[in-house]
């Protein structure tokens, strides 16, 4: 908890005061190491580094911020390059591809308590639209069959998180059951760089479907599992 606060403190030092990373190790007494991991995200624009400049910041911190923003630079175009390349490889999904890419996500996220249901909760919108579309387009599952549970935290605002879920998943609000709400708040999970619009859980109750899914899983399972395979 301690370092989560030394964490909320050097980010809210480097949006509202701009400070260099030096400035704030003298504050909060933490390495560079840290900083540079902690405020990954946050770089200084080139205005203010030359503004810190004129008030005589170090030349070896000018250096070091322009370097962070460099190397972020080719970062971004080095990670677009690779999703440009990996889009056009990737798609499109032919029928047994789809099928086996939410198998795996099932397999990897899905929830194996009950045997006669399919169901998936992730904090990731983009997770939750994939399960639903591979349900209802490789799986036959009828939209309208679908739950939703929501899990919030109590210093959430219920109702708009509620309208978002609804909103992105196109699911009408009759197809959500009562939110679970967490006594926790969100100031306990920020630091985990999650989506903050909750837990989102989507189950569809089907035994012979979910038997289905549960021994496809079992059979990959088992033929990696044996050895000498």
Request: some cysteine.
């Given at each position: 908890m301690a370092e989560f606060k030394e964490r909320?403190?050097?980010?809210?030092?480097?949006?509202?005061?701009?400070?260099?990373?030096?400035?704030?190790?003298?504050?909060?007494?933490?390495?560079?190491?840290?900083?540079?991991?902690?405020?990954?995200?946050?770089?200084?624009?080139?205005?203010?580094?030359?503004?810190?400049?004129?008030?005589?910041?170090?030349?070896?911190?000018?250096?070091?911020?322009?370097?962070?923003?460099t190397m972020r630079k080719k970062k971004e175009e080095r990670?677009?390059?690779f999703?440009?390349?990996?889009?056009?490889?990737?798609?499109?999904?032919?029928?047994?591809?789809?099928?086996l890419a939410g198998l795996f996500l099932y397999w990897g996220e899905g929830s194996k308590t009950h045997p006669g249901e399919l169901s998936i909760s992730n904090t990731n919108p983009s997770i939750i639209k994939f399960f639903i579309s591979w349900l209802t387009n490789s799986l036959n599952v009828p939209k309208e069959k679908l739950r939703v549970q929501l899990h919030l935290y109590r210093d959430m605002n219920i109702r708009k998180e509620i309208q978002f879920w609804s909103k992105i998943l196109n699911l009408p609000l009759s197809q959500f059951n009562k939110p679970y709400i967490k006594?926790?708040?969100?100031?306990?999970?920020?630091?985990?760089?999650?989506?903050?619009?909750?837990?989102?859980?989507?189950t569809i109750g089907n035994t012979r479907l979910a038997e289905r899914i549960h021994m496809s899983i079992k059979a990959i399972a088992d033929k990696y599992y044996k050895k000498g395979t």
């Open positions: 909320e403190k050097a980010i809210a030092l480097r949006k509202e005061k701009q400070m260099s990373y030096g400035q704030i190790k003298k504050i909060l007494k933490v390495s560079k190491s840290t900083l540079s991991y902690w405020l990954r995200n946050y770089p200084l624009s080139e205005k203010r580094i030359k503004e810190l400049q004129r008030k005589g910041w170090e030349k070896s911190e000018t250096s070091r911020e322009r370097f962070r923003i990670l677009k390059k999703y440009k390349e990996q889009r056009k490889i990737i798609f499109p999904f032919n029928k047994r591809e789809f099928f006594k926790s708040s969100t100031n306990r999970i920020n630091h985990k760089g999650g989506f903050g619009y909750g837990t989102c859980n989507v």
